[in-house]
């Protein structure tokens, strides 16, 4: 089973990159974020068209929103509105074999990385901690963890450690809250089971760059996780980095991971 995870940054407009994505790739189950549209126009015909007649939407209307598409039937699992807030921002989908996907969208944070002076990041802190304590409260299981978690953990998540500190996305303290996530159900992170911690890795690069892939400033914010039960399942993962450079595309690239299942 092929599993993609993909930050689209609008669906409806990006139908054509999505399926030159497809056409490279070819996955069983797309997890998307930021779909930028509600449920009623989500656009299904052209899923099916592309071969996903199977779809689970929370969507919303010019922001958030989170979908997985199927090859085959998908059933529901318990979406959470976290943080308290209808905010589109978690799915659940139960796969074959037992195994539970968690599609997640976590709020970028803003810009000041102060929970005191900006309710964007004390968002986002929240919503961090709440993943954890609900990961905390599951009992041992077969899960899978994808999406644009908007933390880069590594030091080889950007390309600028020193320099980034102090820049959201890879401050300690958010670094700190994603480690009580990973800790919750000792989650494997599947990219870097192939990929060698010490390795420079991307999933994002600001729009503001304006040339490809010019000085390389990127970072990893695009993950996928598995519990140990699915770590011997593993097969491969690939960061399709040549996506940034399509034409009318996203800020961030599609992550693939192949389990045996």
Known sequence: MRIVTWNINSIRIRLRVLKR?????????????????????????DMAK??????????LKSYNGVAILSKKKLDPGDARHMCGRP?????????????????????AGGDIPDPFNNVKFAHKLSFVSEMAHMFEMCPPGKRILVGDLNIAPLDTDVWSHSQLQTVVSHTPIEVEHLWKVKCSQSWV???????????????????????WPGEDRGRRLDHVWVTPPLEGKLKSAQVLREARGWNGTSDHVPVMVELAI
């Open 21 to 45: 994505m497809i056409g490279k790739l070819d996955p069983d189950v797309i997890c998307l974020q930021e779909l930028k549209c509600e449920d009623g126009v989500f656009p299904h015909a």
């Open 50 to 59: 592309l071969g996903y007649p199977h779809a689970l939407v929370r969507g």
């Open 87 to 107: 905010d589109s921002r978690h799915l659940v989908a139960q796969l074959p074999g037992g195994i539970e996907l968690h599609n997640f969208y976590v709020p």
């Open 189 to 211: 992170d599947a990219v870097r089971h192939f990929v060698p911690p010490d390795r420079k890795l991307y999933t994002w690069w600001s729009y503001r760059n304006r040339t």
